[in-house]
């Protein structure tokens, strides 16, 4: 038998490609940027599977007219990108990679919660910028003041893997922990985060640092709305490293050029890359960083043999150990037979 064709929409660190070369006719798009659609479209109406990233986008239109289709793994926990409705539909299996990325992306979550409350960043260009020296005094008592977290609340909204792993964090910084989720954590899961469920809208009221944790769903677009904005404490901290698009992105420049926010974090953007002349990039009070939530070697490349295993599971006619679409084994088992 000829082995499946699989499509790979950039390359990945570490060697997982190579491993799935046994089992697959790997084909590799080479290029630093993302495939355009039209050519996605071309590689899957020919490929039995596919390698995709978050911004590839996997409409119903591409796997409805990719008949030899069979299985979607995702480089990626968030998979918002492709329509998982109709991939069950058709029979198509779609894997992610929870679990691998959680640590780093709490890390990242704290480094801009950290950078955000104590204006890192600003501070790094008054010195390299010669600014401090020409102020010509090594210390003030009022050189760029920030915020202190110790003691305060932190609001996390979306209490998955990641933000069970910010909130844990919180512990080490002597935070008080709030949090929202469509689902409430068993009693003694919130006892061992010493975390307190509340309703979205008093979390907005009571968080000193809000942090989202939630993926990109129809209800979650638009979440932190103007009205949610203009609700929140005064002088609060708002970082987001799970999608823009929860964000109303305008309406959160607005709460920071006014002061109503004190600063914000983010990793993540309606767009991106995010356009250089946006209004958030012309503040001070905002940490910017281009979607590097999972951005370390260790979990990069646990996440391309994650990637690898679930095709490897799947061409051995196994399920994947994190597939998706569940019900889609009801719809054709596990393999190419
Ligand atoms: C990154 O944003 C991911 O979903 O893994
Ligand atoms: C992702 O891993 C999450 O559940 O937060």
């Given at each position: 038998m000829a082995k499946p064709r699989l499509f790979v929409t950039r390359e990945l660190p570490g060697n997982a490609l190579k491993r799935l070369e046994e089992y697959y006719d790997v084909n590799l798009w080479e290029k630093y940027q993302a495939p355009p659609y039209e050519v996605l479209l071309e590689e899957a109406r020919k490929s039995d599977a596919l390698v995709t990233l978050l911004t590839d986008r996997v409409d119903c239109n591409l796997i409805s007219s990719s008949p030899r289709l069979r299985i979607i793994s995702q480089y990626a926990v968030g998979y918002d990108n492709i329509d998982i409705e109709c991939a069950t539909k058709h029979g198509v299996y779609v894997t992610n990679t929870p679990g691998v990325l959680t640590e780093a992306t709490a890390e990242l979550t704290w480094a801009l919660i950290l950078a955000a409350a104590r204006r890192i960043v600003e501070a790094d260009r008054f010195v390299r910028s010669g600014e401090w020296y020409r102020t010509g005094t090594g210390w003030h008592p009022m050189m760029l003041l920030g915020t202190e977290l110790y003691g305060?609340?932190?609001?996390?909204?979306?209490?998955?893997?990641?933000?069970?792993?910010?909130?844990?964090?919180?512990?080490?910084?002597?935070?008080?922990?709030?949090?929202?989720?469509?689902?409430?954590?068993?009693?003694?899961?919130?006892?061992?985060?010493?975390?307190?469920?509340?309703?979205?809208?008093?979390?907005?009221?009571?968080?000193?640092?809000?942090?989202?944790?939630?993926?990109?769903?129809?209800?979650?677009?638009?979440?932190?709305?103007?009205?949610?904005?203009?609700?929140?404490?005064?002088?609060?901290?708002?970082?987001?490293?799970?999608?823009?698009?929860?964000?109303?992105?305008?309406?959160?420049?607005?709460?920071?050029?006014?002061?109503?926010?004190?600063?914000?974090?983010?990793?993540?953007?309606?767009?991106?890359?995010?356009?250089?002349?946006?209004?958030?990039?012309?503040?001070?009070?905002?940490?910017?960083?281009?979607?590097?939530?999972?951005?370390?070697?260790?979990?990069?490349?646990?996440?391309?043999?994650?990637?690898?295993?679930?095709?490897?599971?799947?061409?051995?006619?196994?399920?994947?150990?994190?597939?998706?679409?569940?019900?889609?084994?009801?719809?054709?088992?596990?393999?190419?037979?």
């Open positions: 305060k609340t932190l609001g996390v909204i979306g209490m998955g893997r990641i933000g069970r792993a910010v909130a844990r964090r919180a512990q080490g910084f002597g935070m008080k922990v709030i949090y929202y989720d469509k689902r409430r954590l068993p009693p003694e899961e919130e006892k061992k985060l010493n975390a307190q469920y509340v309703p979205l809208e008093r979390l907005i009221e009571e968080a000193d640092v809000i942090t989202i944790h939630t993926p990109l769903t129809p209800e979650t677009e638009g979440l932190i709305n103007r009205e949610r904005l203009a609700r929140v404490k005064k002088g609060a901290i708002l970082v987001n490293t799970a999608r823009g698009k929860i964000v109303d992105l305008d309406a959160l420049a607005e709460a920071l050029r006014e002061g109503r926010l004190r600063a914000a974090g983010l990793d993540v953007f309606p767009q991106e890359p995010l356009p250089p002349d946006h209004p958030i990039t012309k503040l001070d009070n905002v940490v910017l960083a281009p979607h590097i939530g999972s951005a370390t070697w260790e979990t990069r490349t646990r996440m391309a043999d994650l990637v690898a295993e679930n095709l490897i599971a799947f061409y051995e006619g196994r399920v994947p150990p994190t597939l998706v679409n569940k019900d889609v084994v009801n719809v054709r088992p596990p393999g190419f037979g």
